[in-house]
């Protein structure tokens, strides 16, 4: 059984006639509200510029609760939340409409001070509008006023900084909810809580001891839904830049020994901004599905990477010469994200002896394996020891990624969120990528679909003399 949200609160959202809100705002807010997760006390206003009355907006997130919700949606929880739904029309550099969403947000409070989360829903070229007009449109500075933005945060090193230069000008640092929905996974929030409470497995995942890790994301989907943004971004800086690198960041740093959630923000910077790219055509290998090219929109020379793998290392006594391989990509042959952590043999081991790994599935299975080797019989013929247990969260207490998220932000809690300092370290790392695979024309290779990429991505660990670890 969950617990119920105490504090009273409003969620604004902004673009509210959009894609996120559409897919995966309203269906969150459903599944909260049939978990008898929120207070009696609550508002919810959608704002953007397109014309609606407030019943047409009901109607709208109605309709799309049940298009999106997963499961049976029942109507007697459907239409108790839609009493908590307002609506207002505006532009987002007017700030003429943004006192009109304060009226009407005044009027519906009655006097009351609530906590107000403002989910930007809206592509990042709207964001500083309504960062500035939030800003402006306020009574007071001290207003509890917190402001969740997706992913992507800027498109590199330069435009991150300056999206948290500009918005530190009107918000402080405390009141940003930087959100990457893959922290909002149950089982990759388990690294942590795995490595917290269980000192032998962090002994064993301690550099020293590590051969080399693995990340693997290979998805099956192509990207012709998104293909405006798509084209723009590339692989590198969509699955690479931020999931991978925050998912890679919970296996290798230091665990804080407080719980203060600063205190992890600055030992996953520390890590993320120790993670260095060697300026070598041996170190990356690029891809490009064959049928990317037929897609409306997409340039017939167009260098986007729908694959990318990278041979990385961290700059850090212990994680010294640790290879971290990382390798991505869409339109392959199976839908599967996994870390593999190769562990160490004896010195006095035969090279040819296959070695101990820890594996951790993010899907589709949620799980953890470790996999012990054992010489068995006559012959001492190698065995797999498994042990295997899910870290999926199953029960009732269990929600999705949105809403585990949108409940942290609710209670204050930034745990599993970004710090805008990791934001932009890990954008000059791809940054320096980019640039390094452009000035030395790295070559885009073309993949079969539902192949398991470029074939070059084998040169990546061969050069330490590792393989890649499939699981089947
Ligand atoms: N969609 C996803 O699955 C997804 C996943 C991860 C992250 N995100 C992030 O979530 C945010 C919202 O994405 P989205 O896909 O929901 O965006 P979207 O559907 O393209 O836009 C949301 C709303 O913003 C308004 N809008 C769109 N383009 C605009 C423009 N150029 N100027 C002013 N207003 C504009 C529109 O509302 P009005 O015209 O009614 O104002 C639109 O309905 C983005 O930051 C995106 O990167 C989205």
Redesign the pocket.
Known sequence: MLNKIKDPFIISI???????????IFPTLYELMLKKIFPNDFVIIGY???KMSEDEFRNFVAKNIRKYYKRKVQTNVLNELLKHLHYTTG??DNLKDFNKYRSHIDKLLKGKKLINICY????????KDIIKNLGNSRKSVHEDIRLI????FGDNASSASDLFHFVSQYFTEDQIYLLD?YLGKSAVQSILSLRESNKILNLIMEGPEVANIQITAFETVGVEE?IG?FEKVGTLKDMIQSHLLQVLALVTMSIPVTSIDESLHREKYSILSAIKFGKSKNNIVLGQYESYKNIKGVAKNSPTDTFAALRLFIDRQSWYKVPIYIRTGKKLYEHHTYMVIELKKHRFQPKSDPPNRIILEFYPDERINIKLVNRQGHNFQYQDITTSDTIACEDDSCLPEHGGLLRDVIAGRKRFFLSFPEVITTWELIDSIIKFARRNHVKIETYKEKSSGPKSQDKLTKIDGFKWYDIH
């Open positions: 902004f673009g509210a006639s959009g894609n996120l809100a559409t897919i995966k953007a510029r397109s532009n987002y930007f829903a809206v592509p990042p070229v709207v964001f933005l997706e992913k992507p929905h998104r943004y």
